[in-house]
């Protein structure tokens, strides 16, 4: 059984750092893209960033783009979520994603609640 499962989010203020994890297991991840996104309260999920198996073509928001940075260690099937200079617009659920081809996501986590105060 697949499970990708996500930890890090908490409350934290405008300008702090936070590191989202997201545990994937129950296959194998070999050329798998992996991926973040975000739902805020009375809006769509948007695609926050991803990332190939090899870990160089990484793709972000425009909104996140200097700000946040995906790493994925492979020895532990995890998948970080950097974010720095947090603003309270990036207050949202964070979902982990992983599938074969990037944007066709076949297995999506539970989320992970960050919130950002002013």
């Known amino acids: 059984q697949v499970q990708l499962v996500e930890s890090g989010g908490r409350l934290v203020q405008a300008g702090d750092s936070l590191r989202l994890s997201c545990k994937a297991s129950g296959r194998n991840f070999i050329n798998y893209n992996m991926a973040w996104y975000r739902q805020a309260p009375g809006k769509e999920r948007e695609f926050v960033t991803s990332?190939?198996?090899?870990?160089?073509?990484?793709v972000y928001a425009d909104s996140v783009k200097g700000r946040f940075t995906i790493a994925w260690e492979k020895v532990t099937n995890t998948v970080y979520l950097q974010m720095n200079d947090l603003k309270p617009e990036d207050t949202a659920v964070y979902y982990c994603?992983?599938?074969?081809?990037?944007?066709?996501?076949?297995?999506w986590g539970q989320g992970t609640q960050v919130t950002v105060s002013s």
């Open positions: 994603a992983a599938g074969r081809v990037a944007q066709l996501w076949s297995y």
């Open positions: 990332t190939d198996w090899s870990g160089v073509q990484s």
